[in-house]
């Protein structure tokens, strides 16, 4: 342990032995852990940033789209031209895809892919009901 950590830590329980951490906001309140345990170490940082601005990745997004898609085909006439368009938006969208997928893609991501799917499911049924 450096100096400079040794000094850091003597100063934190010197205020804590004087009481000045009692009254912070939360104290005695389990701590609120990462909502994003099975993101990769190397990209929790970066998806953090862009999750608290508002961004969500572009697999994510595709996904949501297709998802949103499905539904309006669903309830579309089946020789409609709105149905054929919306046809063509969805293949689109999945060969676009499948196209990320390939390498570096979050979603392909064998770890974090499913758990993902699972997380988007989930709300999915919530919205259902």
Do not use: C
Request: charged share 40%; net charge negative.
């Amino acid at each position: 342990m450096s100096l400079l950590e040794r000094l850091a830590d003597a100063h934190i329980e010197a205020a804590a032995e004087r009481g000045e951490f009692d009254d912070l906001p939360g104290a005695g309140r389990p701590l609120v852990l990462d909502d994003a345990p099975g993101v990769p170490a190397e990209l929790r940082a970066g998806y953090r940033l862009l999750k608290n601005a508002g961004f969500v990745p572009p697999e994510i997004a595709a996904r949501r789209e297709i998802r949103d898609i499905e539904d309006l085909l669903r309830m579309a006439r089946p020789e409609s031209d709105e149905s054929e368009r919306l046809s063509r938006r969805l293949r689109w969208l999945e060969t676009r895809l499948r196209a990320t997928r390939r390498g570096r893609a979050l979603m392909a991501d064998h770890a974090y892919g499913p758990a993902v799917r699972d997380r988007l499911s989930e709300r999915q049924d919530d919205a259902d009901r």
